[in-house]
């Protein structure tokens, strides 16, 4: 497979096309899982896939950083050599724009490897009394917003309904903006000031990696890059204050998830209004930060051929065979945290 990576490399080279970059960039909710892909698969550099960056070989090598930078990666994957990427969430009109714009086209449907939750996480030891929260509380705390008067409606952990840690300022820590966790978490989360919903902004096409800072500036803790899902949850687990969004890998000793209520739609009155993530209610859709996890690529488009590098082909392939992918995919998925594809669950 190497040999014939490598000559695939230089005849590419040797007619103008660069596909000799191996480093993949993609979903950092996802670093932890493709990395054991590939290490699985032998196509990695015989690294430790905890570790990084990878040696500079002609292996497969995740960098991660987030699913924008993936589907930039992958638009321009004449110019990358990155024609697939892993994403958390699903490709959009503006990736398939940019895409185009190089003679490539984003395939759809795309992949599902597996189902994940944005899981919203507080601090075991701070608010252990806390077990459900509003979707309108979610947005007003990570917004910092304002009533009419002026004053912050959800600043401290006592202004939150059935949290018991008092009149502490209320610490968040986010996930950047080029993040397909952050583009589904502003995309679904809403407010409420003074009795109107209120709405994020889009984090934007390409997406803006300061999304946070330039929309919300001195409200949130942001992390950075690759590792940013399993750091927050860390930041969380030992800040007594904190409460953050981030993928199911957060999920650690010292930090929970909340169960969620959409009290912008549902009437939330009864404690089995409020939704947590497990396998079931990721599963059937119930939890309401639900989602599915993808392997995108690209084709060529206007009649442009383009071909996914040799590694690459046996990377998705091996994920995304409809007759063979669920078994191979089963123990990986489950390792690594998260639950199966729905063309692989059989409750």
Request: charged fraction near 15%; glycine fraction near 12%; aromatic fraction near 10%.
């Amino acid at each position: 497979m190497k040999r014939a990576l490598r000559l695939a490399v230089a005849l590419s080279l040797a007619s103008g096309v660069a596909q000799a970059t191996q480093h993949l960039r993609g979903s950092d909710t996802m670093a932890f899982i493709t990395r054991d892909l590939i290490q699985t698969l032998n196509l990695g550099s015989g690294n430790d896939p905890l570790i990084t960056p990878c040696p500079d070989t002609d292996a497969l090598c995740y960098d991660g950083g987030g699913s924008g930078t993936g589907y930039t990666a992958a638009c321009d994957a004449r110019n990358t050599g990155q024609g697939m990427n892993p994403g958390s969430r699903p490709v959009n009109d503006g990736d398939q724009t940019c895409a185009h714009s190089h003679d490539l086209d984003f395939v759809v449907p795309q992949c599902e490897i597996a189902r994940d939750g944005i899981a919203i996480v507080v601090n075991t030891g701070g608010n252990g009394d806390l077990q459900n929260i509003n979707l309108t509380d979610i947005g007003n705390i990570f917004s910092c917003a304002r009533d009419s008067g002026g004053t912050l409606i959800a600043q401290y952990w006592d202004q939150i309904p059935g949290s018991t840690n008092g009149h502490h300022l209320i610490n968040k820590y986010t996930r950047d903006g080029v993040s397909g966790t952050t583009d589904v978490f502003t995309g679904r989360t809403h407010g409420m000031v003074d009795g109107m919903i209120t709405n994020f902004p889009g984090v934007g096409s390409p997406p803006n990696l300061f999304y946070w800072r330039d929309n919300f500036p001195n409200c949130v803790n942001t992390v950075y890059g690759d590792g940013a899902t399993q750091t927050i949850g860390y930041l969380v687990a030992n800040d007594p204050d904190a409460i953050g969004y981030a993928g199911l890998p957060a999920i650690q000793d010292g930090n929970y998830a909340l169960g969620v209520c959409d009290n912008v739609n549902l009437v939330c009155s009864q404690p089995t209004d409020y939704i947590a993530p497990s396998i079931g209610t990721i599963e059937d859709g119930s939890y309401y930060y639900a989602r599915p996890l993808f392997f995108g690529r690209v084709q060529g488009f206007n009649g442009v051929d383009y071909t996914l590098p040799d590694d690459q082909v046996t990377f998705y392939n091996a994920a995304c065979d409809p007759d063979t992918s669920c078994d191979f995919l089963a123990p990986i998925v489950d390792r690594n945290n998260f639950f199966p594809a729905a063309r692989c669950y059989n409750p």
